[in-house]
């Protein structure tokens, strides 16, 4: 396990209670159950006691413990038959982004997410989940595969933003960002999104333009980074602590704003604790908010998905 900064505290009182059942496998007729068990008891409690208020911080470094579930291992449980297609018909293949043809629960649909890769070789695989211009026309070309066939499009979200590299610039980043929003908001079928890490900036509205949204209880979804917030106002990326605070970009901050629709609760200790429980919880989710949409014209789809968009900003916090 990955200790995060905050949990230093849990870490060592964890790590007593290994040492003494390390201790006790080592010596003969040496009982140290009782102590390491109520050592366990007592990071139980120190768990839920750090997990229970969450400051937008601290939710910040959850969303983007390495450990997380990420596109991947979701597919790879909630999906069936999977078959991944790959290109933009432009330019190339985008690693960053994922997706392809598969069945939930039995009905068929498309799947497309941002993967951000398990380990340093995988990291620079995906590149981080930061997508190019060609992951976004890849999804377009997907969502217009739904369109045709009349298939419901499922995308998940995990991503620090768009790759803000110079090729990608070159190769039109804003405008393939812009596209794959306009898209999500001209295909007649349900559209269903989940904010499993981060969300960040457009790089996340290009696939979370949906019908129904839904953010993991500890994720965050944001226009940028809290470092990128404070370095523009503050002047100093150090801020980062009172930017994220101000930015409201806590799944609890955004359901209140209505700009999602529900929050998905996680284990105790976050999704990094028990991904199996994490990634069941959000196919129930998926498969709930797609039968809220069941039955709808296409007519009726697109018109749910703009009034939802539109309507954003009528609400304020407190």
């Not at 505290?9 to 496998?25: F, S, V």
């Not at 068990?37 to 910040?60: I, V």
């Not at 790759?163 to 349900?190: D, F, H, N």
């Not at 994490?278 to 797609?290: F, S």
């Amino acid at each position: 396990m990955t200790y995060l900064e905050f949990e230093k505290p849990l870490a060592d009182l964890e790590g007593k209670a290994e040492e003494l059942r390390a201790l006790a496998r080592k010596g003969e007729g040496v009982d140290l159950e009782k102590e390491a068990a109520a050592l366990d008891r007592k990071a139980e409690e120190m768990l839920r006691d750090l997990y229970k208020q969450l400051d937008p911080w601290r939710k910040t470094q959850v969303a983007r413990h390495p450990e997380r579930p990420h596109c991947r291992d979701y597919i790879d449980v909630l999906f069936t038959e999977y078959t991944p297609l790959a290109g933009d018909r432009a330019f190339g293949e985008d690693h960053a982004v994922m997706g392809g043809l598969a069945r939930f629960k039995d009905q068929p649909c498309v799947v497309i997410g941002h993967e951000k890769g398990n380990d340093t070789k995988s990291r620079i695989f995906h590149n981080f989940g930061m997508a190019r211009p060609e992951g976004y026309r890849k999804a377009i070309r997907l969502m217009d595969i739904a369109d045709r066939f009349r298939l419901p499009v499922i995308t998940l979200v995990d991503t620090p933003g768009a790759y803000p590299g110079k090729g990608a610039e070159e190769r039109g980043q804003s405008e393939a960002i812009a596209r794959s929003t306009e898209k999500c908001l001209q295909i007649g079928v349900p559209l269903v999104s989940v904010i499993i890490g981060e969300g960040g900036s457009g790089g996340a509205v290009a696939f979370a333009t949906a019908n129904r949204i839904a953010m993991l209880e500890h994720s965050i979804y944001s226009v940028i980074s809290p470092e990128g917030c404070a370095s523009i106002l503050w002047k100093d990326a150090e801020k980062m602590r009172e930017a994220a605070h101000a930015l409201k970009l806590t799944a609890q901050d955004l359901k209140k704003l209505d700009v999602i629709d529900r929050i998905i609760a996680e284990p105790v200790g976050g999704a990094q604790r028990a991904p199996a429980e994490t990634i069941a919880a959000v196919g129930e989710a998926i498969a709930a908010m797609l039968g809220e949409l069941a039955g709808k014209k296409p007519a009726e789809l697109i018109k749910d998905r703009r009034q939802k968009f539109l309507a954003m900003g009528a609400k304020a916090l407190g």
